[in-house]
């Protein structure tokens, strides 16, 4: 009986996916072990061992606890950004253009802060439309003419980050490319932290933005899994022909989903930037990596919103981990090198479970051929 | 000693095992060689699964294959391959943007330093089209070919590779009535050649007319071999379902009522050309009658349906549906209005196939408050309950009840899971496009009378059939179209289907009155 249930355990989808998650992790971990110990041997282990531990490097309670705070601040982020490509991969869209809509959201959200003053809240809502409005761009793109999300997405990408940079130059410091501090000209613009800093050693970045991404995260899970809208996005996705011919409005879908999309990602910046954690740098010229990192999130959280929270927080776990290393020695850049790794071994989490499957299939079959009449007996049995 | 056995291939007491079915229970099927040894069975009877373990796709448990009375051990495709045998299946496996000569070369390439060389191949390739009388145009590139000739292409690729054993999966389901029998001359004469010829189907008809020997698969398991000559359509469908079916369907004699559907002037514009595919058509469907629209494959009859079910709009006209104006109505509104569609196409238009059985069988009504609250959520208790009634009535049968994948389903069934949906939706106007294609007699039979039962309830049925044989049986009347116009309007019980063929082929009209 008790061997019955294990096999059950093993062949239910999000049992495996985890599995083959973790899988890709210690893959991932053992490459960027080798590489460590390419670049030098000597401190290879340890180097691993520091990415791995990240705040656990500091002795006290006080201080990891601190700095586990400074992590999930951008893990919040990330998971908006993961967020944001799955749901619209839930509906066949491969929203590339999340990094762009992250931006959206970052210019938007800084400007009402810093050039308007406005408070928090406005600041989200004003990230949140600007992300969808930038979604909705490849959205009615894609329905009405056709143009690949991918390419309409990344071109955006690069007009966001230009229009976002010479949009915040009249709010940046004198003296620097950044911008000013939110925190010194519109403390209002500052999300609320409901006294959650005291639990990370009043840690001042900690906000509402973690939970709040995590419960977003919840959302979208129910969502998709049990109500009308969630039926027409996936059928849609699945089956766009079959969506149609049941009188799906499979264009509007579409613009509703990168709308969402879009909205998930700009609010993921405003999580960011309205902590006062980071400060835009009007003079960058490469779009923010955060939407880009998405993309590995949600593909090592086996595409479901609840796994892409744990995902979330491991890809973050390791980049902050990686900024402990000896600068003179190793790059900080292993972490990203681990996490590219890492997504690479993602298309492997198909393949992991379609072994799987087949490996379980196989033992059933062995299992069975011997006992069927006994099997019978039991069921006679019962009645 | 082993050149000498009379079987060129023997699959003896094969058994295969799925988890929780056994798709082949101890069949032996031996093919001689020089004969056309046909294969036959419902839909999940099991062909497939034979021929996956003859092609090396899966290994039987248990039993033996022998070729020329020798044992052999088929791993893989290559190995059967390297055994002569090649298929044709039943969805070509053809690179569209290629020539035929080279989708014939396609992996057996004659090279010379890395270059190829085709002037060879194309010697060898026409000489094997003049030998075997399969016209076709080495040049052209397949995505502008007809079905047939991609079919005839598909055959000079396994001839190409010399291969003495030949399978055809289902071959005529794709073709048109005179290509089938262009088919079934060719297939003659590879037998004469002394190829020996594998032909899985399920249509009677063309299995009397061609086949040397016929095997027999139910349920997985092996009924037996007839030879042909000694056998009959009715015992060959006794033996195939288990019981005896009606080929024809009877219906009673109907009055019909008042008009349900009324089409005006109808156009369609084509998504393959510049032409209009639907001209200026008008017809009427009556309460109580089905209606056919018989015709050749491409001559409009995909895109009127197109137009009448609002999957495409109509670039002039009237549709009138109950008396309701529903010219430019969405797709969903006509369908809340009364008309049910079941498509040409059942895996890209009728099924979202990774979708549950049960969400399969929502997919016209999941909007309706019985299966969603007001705030959006889904019904999944009211959903479930109401795919396993659906499932019960119409015995739709799958390995996982309401909870199976689409997919994964035979497509007998997948087929009842749409008629079912469609049907219980109640509605005044049932559209059925090729509703029996590439089915088995057992589900035809079950469709007619579906058809029939709909008829008979006094709603309007419109049938666009390609078999003329479906066509004949089961009308109230009947619509000839070609070339996108409604060219003729016959009685099933005064018409024959000779007359029907003119029209067809476009060598007849009338003018007919809306």
């Known amino acids: 009986m008790g061997k019955k249930s294990s096999e059950g355990f093993l062949s239910k989808p999000a049992v495996q996916s985890t599995l083959a998650a973790l899988l890709c992790i210690v893959i991932g971990l053992l490459v960027g072990y080798v590489a460590l110990l390419i670049i030098n041997p000597a401190g290879a282990t340890e180097a691993i061992i520091t990415i791995l531990k990240n705040y656990f490097t500091y002795p006290t309670k006080a201080a990891a606890m601190k700095y586990l705070g400074n992590t999930l601040v951008k893990a919040a982020p990330l998971l908006m950004c993961a967020l944001s490509i799955q749901f619209c991969y839930q509906a066949g869209l491969f929203n590339i253009g999340a990094a762009g809509q992250y931006v959206a959201g970052a210019g938007a959200a800084l400007f009402c802060a810093l050039q308007l003053k406005m408070p928090w809240i406005i600041c989200l809502l004003a990230a949140l439309i600007a992300g969808g409005i930038f979604g909705i761009i490849v959205g009615l793109l894609k329905s009405y003419l056709n143009v690949n999300e991918v390419i309409s997405g990344i071109m955006l990408n690069w007009i966001g980050l230009y229009t976002v940079n010479m949009l915040l130059s009249g709010v940046k410091e004198t003296a620097s490319p950044y911008t000013v501090q939110v925190a010194s000209v519109n403390k209002g613009a500052i999300l609320p932290s409901l006294g959650m800093e005291k639990l990370f050693s009043n840690n001042k970045y900690v906000t509402i933005a973690i939970p709040l991404a995590i419960l977003i995260a919840i959302l979208l899970k129910v969502i998709l899994s049990m109500t009308v809208f969630g039926y027409e996005i996936k059928a849609t996705g699945i089956a766009k022909d079959a969506a149609k011919y049941s009188g799906m409005k499979e264009k509007r879908n579409v613009i509703i989903t990168l709308f969402i999309g879009g909205a998930l990602a700009g609010l993921g910046a405003a999580f960011l930037f309205l902590t006062g954690y980071e400060q835009w740098s009007v003079t960058q010229s490469s779009v923010p990596g955060m939407g880009f990192n998405g993309i590995a999130a949600t593909f090592l959280g086996g595409l479901d919103p609840i796994g892409t929270i744990f995902a979330s927080y491991f890809i973050q776990h390791i980049t902050s981990g990686g900024s402990y290393l000896d600068k003179n020695i190793y790059p900080s850049q292993i972490s990203d090198f681990i996490s590219a790794i890492i997504i690479y071994l993602c298309g492997f989490v198909l393949f992991f479970k379609i072994q799987l499957n087949g490996w379980l299939r196989a033992r059933d079959e062995r299992a069975k051929q011997p006992p069927i009449v006994q099997s019978k007996k039991e069921e006679g049995g019962n009645k | 000693m082993a050149g000498n056995s009379e079987y060129a291939i023997e699959m003896l007491n094969i058994t295969k095992r799925f988890p929780g079915i056994i798709a082949n229970d101890n069949v032996t099927v031996q093919l001689k060689k020089g004969e056309i040894h046909a294969l036959l069975g419902e839909n999940g009877a099991g062909k497939s699964t034979l021929m996956s373990v003859l092609f090396g796709l899966y290994q039987a448990e248990e ?419 070609y070339e996108g116009e409604l060219v003729g309007e016959f009685n099933p019980k005064t018409t024959t289907p000779e007359e029907l063929g003119l029209y067809m082929a476009g060598a007849k009209r009338k003018e007919i009155g809306a």
């Open chain 2, 63 to 481: 039993g033996i294959i022998k070729k020329d009375g020798v044992e052999v051990k088929i791993n893989n495709p290559n190995d059967a391959n390297d055994l002569g045998i090649g298929m044709v299946h039943q969805h070509f496996k053809l690179v569209q943007c290629f020539s035929v000569l080279d989708n014939i070369i396609l992996g057996d390439e004659t090279t010379k330093h890395g270059i190829l060389q085709k002037d060879e191949a194309r010697k060898k390739v026409m000489a094997l089209s003049d030998k075997y009388g399969l016209k076709v145009d080495p040049d052209a590139k397949i995505e502008d070919i007809t079905v047939g000739m991609q079919q005839r292409t598909e055959i000079l690729k396994m001839l190409y590779r010399d291969n003495e054993i030949l399978i055809f999966d289902e071959p005529t389901a794709v073709l048109t009535p005179a290509e089938i029998d262009e088919l079934m001359e060719i297939m003659k004469n590879l037998a004469k050649e002394g190829k020996s010829i594998l032909f899985i189907s399920h249509k009677l008809a063309e299995i009397m007319a061609v086949a040397d020997r016929c095997s027999v698969l139910r349920r997985g398991k092996y009924i037996g071999t007839v030879n042909i000559a000694d056998t009959n359509q009715d015992e060959l469908s006794r033996m195939m379902v288990g019981r005896d079916v009606q080929l024809v369907a009877t219906k009673e004699d109907k009055e019909p009522g008042k008009v349900i559907l009324h089409v005006e002037n109808m156009t369609v514009p084509s998504k393959l050309h510049h032409n209009n595919a639907v001209k200026n058509v008008s017809f009427d469907v009556r309460e109580g009658e089905i209606v056919c629209i018989a015709g050749i494959d491409g001559n409009g009859q995909t895109e009127l349906v197109y137009g009448l079910s609002g999957l495409e709009n109509c670039t002039s006209g009237k549709i009138t549906l109950s008396g309701k104006d529903i010219t430019h109505a969405s797709i969903r509104e006509r369908s809340t209005s009364g008309m049910s569609h079941i498509p040409e196409d059942r895996h890209k238009h009728g099924l979202v196939m990774d979708y549950s059985l049960a969400y399969n069988l929502v997919l016209q009504r999941y909007f309706e408050p019985e299966f969603s609250t007001k705030a959006g959520f889904l019904k999944k208790g009211a959903i479930n309950s109401y795919a396993d009634k659906l499932i019960e009535q119409y015995d739709i049968r799958s390995s996982q009840g309401a909870a199976t994948i689409a997919r994964s389903m035979s497509g007998g069934n997948q087929q009842k899971a749409i008629i079912a949906r469609e049907i219980d939706k109640n509605p005044d106007l049932l559209i059925a496009v090729q509703p029996t294609r590439g089915l088995d007699v057992g589900a035809i039979e079950y469709i007619h009378k579906q058809l029939i039962a709909q008829r008979d309830a006094g709603h309007a049925v419109l049938l666009v059939s390609l078999e003329l044989e479906e066509v004949m049986s089961i009308s109230d009347r009947i619509l000839v179209m």
